[in-house]
């Protein structure tokens, strides 16, 4: 079965410093992982997706992820946080079902202090 | 409209009530996805649908819970005899893609309609 792993509760980072959100995951076949940012009280927003191709993922908003197929992770980066980018953030993997539904982590709270 | 629009944005119901939660997809848009997403969670599938055709129904956690896009177009989910365990927030979400080459699509996102039952 499919599933994502997210192993921080939550990240501080100090505005300008760059940061990292983890995200771990188990599919069989192809992996297609997405990053969603959820802001309070909002409903979920497209930040990127892997498919195939160039590891290395650009997205809105100035974030980037990284596939790494050995080590079956796609961790977010930035390499500056704004503190607006303080919000709860989603890595999810689509099942390969009939439905092509996403599968999600637990998410990951991001406090970015000025 | 631009976007995956949701009614009502906020609901509180007392248990044992009725509700209907109302989904608007982006124009055009195959697939249809509805969530629960419990405060401090990730959002949980509840069921999928392919233009007026609802091919999974899964992730429903009783038949209190049901789901319908008769035109392919709008989707209301309603729960039935709500109880406090209901209390969430439903995500609706949209993809331009069928199921069957749904693999690079995104998925897109309504604000979600936060249900209160008390």
Same mark, same amino acid.
């Given at each position: 079965a499919q599933s994502v792993a997210q192993p921080e509760d939550q990240v501080n980072v100090a505005e300008g410093n760059p940061l990292t959100v983890k995200c771990t995951y188990s599919v069989s076949g192809n992996p297609y992982l997405f990053w969603y940012v959820q802001y309070p009280n909002r409903g979920l927003q497209f930040l990127l997706k892997y498919i &195939?191709?160039?590891n290395l993922v650009k997205g809105s908003y100035g974030f980037e992820a990284e596939f790494n197929k050995s080590q079956t992770s796609f961790h977010l980066k930035k390499p500056s946080a704004l503190v607006s980018d303080s919000a709860l953030y989603f890595c999810a993997v689509r099942d390969p079902?009939? &439905?092509g539904k996403l599968i999600f982590g637990q998410g990951t709270t991001l406090q970015v202090k000025p | 409209g631009a976007g995956v629009s949701q009614s009502p944005r906020y609901k509180v119901a007392k248990r044992g009530q009725d509700v209907a939660l109302r989904c608007d997809p982006i124009s055009g848009h195959v697939s249809l996805f509805w969530y629960q997403q419990a405060l401090g969670q990730g959002p949980e599938f509840l069921t999928y649908f392919q233009n007026e055709a609802q *091919?999974?129904?899964?992730? *429903?956690?009783?038949?209190r819970f049901f789901a319908e896009r008769p035109e392919g177009s709008v989707s209301t989910l309603k729960i039935q005899r709500?109880?406090?365990?209901?209390s969430a927030v439903y995500l609706c979400a949209s993809s331009l893609a069928s199921a069957a080459d749904v693999s690079g699509n995104t998925i897109y996102f309504g604000e979600g309609s936060w249900l209160t039952v008390v």
């Open positions: &195939t191709g160039d079902s009939n &439905t | *091919l999974d129904k899964s992730g *429903l956690p009783s038949d709500t109880q406090q365990e209901d």
